[in-house]
């Protein structure tokens, strides 16, 4: 019911197809970018120290979004594309029970319409390119009530004894959120309709960043004591934290309201092995919504774990007609350096 921050994906390729419409006027991934505000309860940003430069950048955001799955990139990412085109792509791209229609803000629906005011720089911070407010005047299809549980807390903090209501959140099917991985990891097994329209530049940072690890990144730099390695890699995300050498996750996950979601590509290079495999499960044993009490260390990581590794060991003994050829996902990773001595991120939103 809750795809949480899976909805990162569908954004980050839509940002890096708009970027590319962009081009004529001198704008890449990595262009210092900020946001003005212009209705009410819009959050400015004018830096990023997270950052090489200390300013934003759409290729910040999209690394951050990956990485960890941290939020407020994912909101920026909204702002950037504009709720109207995002809802249109998905729905010309096929995905019609689709929608993506909230920021993690806890904005009201007319709020959630509207984005930013956006202005890219040039080296000197005189603006390059403006992109004026958005506003989303289509209408939305609430009409399927989506209501779970048995009671939840409101805004005030208070325990409401009804089901908490979905019926204006954001909905990605998984069929969808698996559909939409597969159009970019291999573009050319999706009707053309589906493709996004990314260049090879798009590719290669979209690879490697569904793939890298926190211990393998300098900007940002993250604790990867509490942002280990597999950290946001739910099917072999086990006691140890460790990843096995020669596989890689390509992969979004989310975890939001007791639903657990992670839609993966693995490649294991050394025993040429391949597959995709997406999954939710929904853990929640009190009934209550938004009490931050749920079932995850107990029963949604393990579960996914153990799937992940059932999978796994199946695809390992799986007798293949042909070997795969996953050299287009052999990427070159970042490198942290070992003397750096900036303090590491610890408190992050995601």
């Known amino acids: 019911i809750n795809p949480a921050s899976t909805v990162n994906l569908p954004l980050a390729f839509m940002a890096l197809e708009k970027l590319n419409s962009l081009q004529k006027k001198g704008i890449d ?3 210092p970018v900020v946001f003005d505000s212009s209705y009410v309860e819009q959050q400015p940003l004018y830096a990023d120290a997270s950052s090489t430069t200390g300013l934003p950048s759409m290729a ?57 005011p956006i202005r890219f720089l040039n080296e000197d911070g005189s603006t390059r390119y403006y992109q004026p407010p958005l506003h989303n005047t289509d209408s939305i299809d609430f009409s399927q009530v989506i209501k779970l549980g048995k009671a939840h807390y409101d805004s005030r903090d208070t ?20 559909q939409l991985l597969q159009s970019v990891m291999f573009p050319a097994s999706v009707p053309k309709k589906q493709r ?43 006691k140890s934290h460790r990843m096995p050498e020669h596989v ?9 309201y007791g639903f657990l979601t992670d839609v993966s590509y693995v490649a294991d290079f050394k025993n040429q092995v391949e597959y995709m495999l997406t999954a939710t499960v929904y853990v929640n044993s009190d009934e209550i919504l938004n009490d931050g009490k749920y079932d995850y260390d107990t029963v949604g990581y393990p579960f996914l774990y153990h799937l992940g590794q059932i999978i796994y060991q199946h695809e390992l003994k799986r007798d293949r007609k042909f070997k ?16 750096d001595t900036r303090p590491a991120l610890s408190e992050v939103d995601n």
């Open 159 to 178: 325990l409401v004894h009804a089901p908490f209501d979905f019926t204006l959140h954001n909905k990605l099917p998984l069929a969808d959120l698996q």
């Open 324 to 339: 795969p050829n996953l050299s287009a996902f052999q990427v070159k990773y970042e490198k942290r350096d070992k003397k």
């Open 196 to 238: 996004f329209n990314l260049t090879k530049d798009d590719y290669d940072f979209l690879y490697r960043y569904l793939s890298q690890y926190p211990s393998e990144t300098p900007y940002p730099k993250y604790d990867t004591t509490l942002f280990y390695d597999s950290y946001v890699k739910f099917f072999f995300r086990d």
């Open 248 to 256: 890689r996750v390509f992969n979004k996950v989310g975890w939001s």
């Open 60 to 116: 910040h955001f999209i690394k951050r979004a990956l990485l960890i799955s941290e939020n407020d990139p994912y909101n920026r990412l909204y702002q950037f594309v504009g709720q109207k085109e995002v809802n249109r792509n998905l729905h010309r791209k096929g995905y019609k029970d689709s929608r993506i229609v909230r920021q993690f803000m806890g904005f009201t629906t007319e709020q959630n319409r509207r984005s930013n």
């Open 29 to 31: 991934m990595h262009t």
